[in-house]
């Protein structure tokens, strides 16, 4: 599969990523914004957000799907977020979409995501794996604890409203603990309860 002179909708170029990410047999998940528009209520974003559990033996076979005459990315970056368990980036600047590629940190958490991880169908029809609705809201706390971004409560808020007794709410306030974001949790689902239609 080639990449194509220019995506003309971001799906497509999602689906082209998540499937140069399965060939090689990397396990992915799709977050962020795009996760928590699937669980609640959609809103734009510029950004893919994918978590890859990429090991350094994995990385020939990633850059061999993102030929350098259609897209940048640094085999360097890749290998150093690998070793950090950080980020890097997958570009196409002819249609100047991005993918952010966040590498799975071996930790309790990470585990638990990719053990809960959901199944949901792309608007064509091809089926992906996504964050659940209970971990998106978590690693939506972490980024709204730290930056207090309108634009992540907002996220939150708009999923507790449109998944409502669908989400386990036990599951994250444990994680809510043990992450340090009870305080956090708290607050959010105290707004949760005044921004309710019926208030």
């Known amino acids: 599969m080639l990449p194509r002179e220019s995506f003309v909708e971001q799906d497509e170029l999602l689906r082209y990523a998540i499937r140069a990410l399965n060939e090689p047999g990397i396990s992915y998940l799709i977050g962020g914004s795009l996760a928590s528009s699937a669980y609640g ?115 939150i808020l708009g999923m507790l409203r449109v998944q409502g007794d669908r989400v386990d709410r036990a599951y994250i306030q444990g994680w809510a603990i043990r992450l340090d974001l009870a305080e956090a949790w708290k607050i959010v689902l105290r707004k949760s309860v005044e921004s309710a239609p019926d208030r």
């Open 41 to 155: 209520e959609p809103r734009l974003t510029n950004d893919i957000d994918l978590v890859a559990d990429l090991r350094p033996s994995q990385v020939p076979g990633l850059l061999a799907k993102f030929p350098m005459d259609a897209f940048h990315l640094d085999g360097e970056a890749v290998k150093d977020a690998i070793n950090r368990k950080g980020q890097f980036n997958i570009i196409h600047p002819s249609s100047g979409y991005k993918v952010d590629v966040f590498v799975a940190r071996q930790d309790d958490f990470s585990r638990s995501q990719f053990a809960r991880r959901r199944t949901l169908r792309l608007p064509d029809g091809e089926e992906a794996f996504f964050v659940s609705p209970e971990d998106v809201i978590l690693n939506k706390l972490i980024y709204w604890k730290m930056r207090q971004s309108e634009r992540q409560l907002n996220d």
